[in-house]
Structures are given as structure tokens and as C-alpha cells.
């Protein structure tokens, strides 16, 4: 079995920033993919970035640039900064983990951009 879990959202003003951070533990395998998705009230989860086992990294197009997404691969945990966030990334952030050909979710940290 395989535990995430997310740490770090919060409240933040338009323009300002936060780091989101996903602890996996339990029986991880390599090569994997961890990632972010998030759900917005009313709409579909979504695809925010990824970074493979090497350090390869994809983004949505709407965070790039303003989104980073690392990890450390001996504490099997990912980061996301996220900076000049805007209020439409408001969202509930999920962590993915993703090996053996299984998804594995975390129970989501809420971000709320607002003034």
C-alpha cells in the first residue's frame, strides 16, 4: 500500500505565494511519477504538473512559468511553488503518485486566492 499526503495550502492575496509539499510512504517502487492535479468547485479535477523519477517535469499551460515543481527522491516527497498566483488557481490540490500502473491520491490541501 501507498500513503500520500499534501501539506502547505492556505489563504494568499493575489500575486503572492505558496508551497505546496506530498509525502509518499509506504511500498514505493522506481521508476515512478509524482505529480498535482487539482478540482476547482464545480469542475473536473485537472492535470497541474508532474516530475518523473530523472527530473523531468511537465506543466499546464497556465501555470508555467509561474508554478515549480522538484522533489527529493531519498524522502519520496514533491513540492510545488507557486507564485503570483492567481485567484483563478483556487483549488483543492491533489498529490499523485504513480507506479506499477496505479494511481495513488492523497486527501487534497485547499488553496484559496482571494483578497
Known amino acids: 500500500q501507498v500513503q500520500v499526503v499534501e501539506s502547505g495550502g492556505g489563504l494568499v492575496e493575489p500575486g503572492g505565494s505558496l508551497r505546496l509539499s506530498c509525502a509518499a510512504s509506504?511500498?514505493?517502487?522506481?521508476?515512478?511519477?509524482m505529480g498535482w492535479y487539482r478540482q476547482a468547485p464545480g469542475k473536473q479535477r485537472e492535470f497541474v504538473a508532474n516530475?518523473?523519477?530523472?527530473?523531468?517535469?511537465n506543466y499546464k499551460d497556465s501555470v508555467k512559468g509561474r508554478f515549480t515543481i522538484s522533489r527529493d527522491n531519498g524522502k519520496n516527497t514533491i513540492y510545488l511553488q507557486m507564485n503570483m498566483l492567481k485567484p483563478d488557481d483556487t483549488a483543492v490540490y491533489y498529490c499523485?503518485?504513480?507506479?506499477?500502473?496505479?494511481?495513488?491520491w492523497g486527501q487534497g490541501t485547499q488553496v484559496t486566492v482571494s483578497s
Open positions: 516530475i518523473a523519477g530523472g527530473g523531468a517535469t
Open positions: 509506504g511500498n514505493i517502487f522506481s521508476p515512478n511519477t
Open positions: 499523485n503518485v504513480y507506479q506499477l500502473r496505479r494511481d495513488y
